[in-house]
């Protein structure tokens, strides 16, 4: 009897597993009906804004005109999988600077599906150099994984990555850590949405 009441325990439990693994979200990309496989490249760029890096305590230590950034997908997401990606150095471009600003490492990214079309944006990595005029050259980097912002999707127009992430200082004199705001236009694929698939 004992072992009967086990075996009944252990299947209750491996229902309620299968359970929510059927309600687990799922996070998928899609352009239009077609689902971006891995290895796609997604590109976006600054229009129509700035870029800026500020300090907690409100001083702008950078603004940008213009640039972009550009990844490759590293999977299709799926069921309780978020979608993820890498972005190499030369993917995270500045231009229209107040100071010198350089992208000296490349980092990844992941999207999960939030509602809608959009999806909540972590990145882990990357670094970014700016050479201020009072402080010198300072290294930020976003580090074991920090809330970027979030990717605004569209079944029908261009989506946004609509930025605004907390960055950490890791060389120079600048105050230990920043905030970075930007919104960039996702401009290929296009359109461009996150899906509950």
Do not use: R
């Not at 850590?177 to 359109?191: E, F, K, L, Q, R």
Request: aromatic share 6%.
């Amino acid at each position: 009897m004992k072992y009967v009441k086990i075996l009944g325990l252990a299947a209750v439990a491996a229902m309620a597993f299968m359970a929510f693994a059927g309600a687990a979200s799922a996070t998928e990309l899609y352009s239009g009906a077609t689902t971006l496989k891995s290895g796609t490249t997604i590109t976006s760029s600054l229009t129509g804004g700035t870029a800026k890096l500020e300090d907690t305590k409100g001083n702008v230590l950078d603004t940008c005109t213009g640039g972009g950034v550009t990844g490759k997908t590293t999977n299709t997401g799926g069921a309780g999988v978020n979608v993820t990606g890498n972005v190499e150095k030369a993917g995270v471009t500045w231009t229209g600077c107040t100071v010198p600003t350089t992208t000296t490492e490349g980092g990844t990214l992941e999207i999960a599906w939030t509602s809608g079309n959009n999806g909540a944006v972590t990145g882990k990595g990357f670094k970014v150099s700016i050479n201020t005029i009072l402080f010198g050259s300072c290294v930020y980097t976003l580090g074991a994984g920090t809330s970027l912002g979030t990717l605004q999707g569209s079944t029908t127009g261009t989506a946004s990555l609509v930025i605004k992430a907390t960055v950490t200082k890791v060389s120079g004199i600048c105050e230990s850590t920043g905030i970075w705001n930007a919104t960039y236009t996702v401009t290929s694929p296009d359109p461009l949405h996150v899906t509950n698939s």
